[in-house]
C-alpha cells in the first residue's frame, strides 16, 4: 500500500513556497508515495479541498512567486470542532502525513495535528526570517531584493530633492528584513523591535553630524515592529529642517519570481522533509543551521528564542556616516 503524505502552505505567502511544492511532489513521487496537494491551508483539511498531485501539476512554478496551492489563515482550525473535521478527513483519504509550508502558527497546528494521530513536517516559509530554531526562512532573500530595489528608487527621488526617506519594511515582530535592507541600501539609521533606539541619538544627531560632513539626502529603515513611520519622518522634519517623506512598502514584498536562494533553500528543505518523513519521523520541523539543512522537535523548536545579529547592527551604524 503506497503512502500517501499531503502538502499545504499556511499563513502568510512567501516567494519560493511553489519551488518547495514543487520539491516536496517530486521528491515524493520519486519516492512512490502518493501526493496531495490541500488548498488554503488547514482550511483544505477542513473542507476537503484537496487535489491529486502528479509530475506534471508542479510544471512551471519555481520561477513564479505565491501559492499555487493558495493559503489561508483559518480561524476555524482553532476550534474543536474545525480541528476534529481535519483529522477526521485526514483518517478518511487515508492521509498519512501532512507537509506544512508556513511560521510559527501553522507549526503549532501541526504539532496538534501530529497529537491527534496525524504525523506532520514543518517547513519554514516566511519572508520575516522569524523561527527561532533555522537561521533561513523561505521567502527572506525575495523579500529583501524587492524591499532593496524599491529603496534604490526611493533613493533617486530623495537625492534630486535633497531629502529623508523614511521606509518601513515588513517583518512582524522581527527585524532582520530591516537590518539587511538597511545595509545594503545604506541607510543613515535603521530601527529594528529588537533594539531600543534613541530619536535624537540615533537619528537626529546622525543626520546632522553626516550633513555637515557633506550628506544632503537620507534613508532611514524602520522596522514593522516598530511602525510609526508618518510620525517619525514628521519629527524628523520639524527637528532638522530637511523635508522627509514617509514611505510603506507593504504587501509588494510578499511577491514577485522567489530568487535563486529561495529556490534552491526551498527545493533542498522540502526533499529533506519528504526524507526525514519516509525514515518515520513526525512532529518535526526543517531547519537551517550553519549553513545546513536538519531537523528539529517542533515543541523544542517553538520555545526556542530567535537570536538577533547585535553585531551586524552596531557595524550597520559604524559604517552609515
Ligand atoms: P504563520 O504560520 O505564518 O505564523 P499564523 O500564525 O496566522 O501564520 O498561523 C497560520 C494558521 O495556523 C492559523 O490560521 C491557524 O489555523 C493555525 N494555527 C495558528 N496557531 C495555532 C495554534 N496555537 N493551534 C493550532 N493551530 C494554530
Ligand atoms: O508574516 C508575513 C507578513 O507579511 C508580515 O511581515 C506582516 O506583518 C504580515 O504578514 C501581514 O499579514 P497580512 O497578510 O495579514 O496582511
New binding site residues.
Partial sequence: MKKTVAILT???DSPGMNAAIRAAVRAGLASDMRVVGVKR???GLINGDVLEMDLRSVSDIIQRGGTILYT???????TEE??NKAILFCNKEKIDGVI?I????????????TSAGVPCIGIP??I?N?IACSEYTIGFDTAMNTAVGMIDKLRDTAQSHDRCSVVEVMGRNCGDIALYTGIAVGATAILVPEVLYDFEKDIIERMKFTQLNGKKHFIIIVAEGVGHVQDIARKIQDRTGIDSRATVLGHVQRGGSPTLRDRVVASEMSAYAIEIFLKGKSNRVVAMKDGKILDYDIAEALIMKKSFSENLYKTAFKISI
Fill in positions: 499556511s499563513g502568510g491551508g488547514y482550511n489561508a489563515r483559518s480561524p476555524e482550525f482553532l474545525g480541528f506544512v508556513g511560521g510559527d502558527g501553522s507549526f503549532r497546528g501541526a504539532s496538534k495535528m516559509g516566511t520575516d522569524d
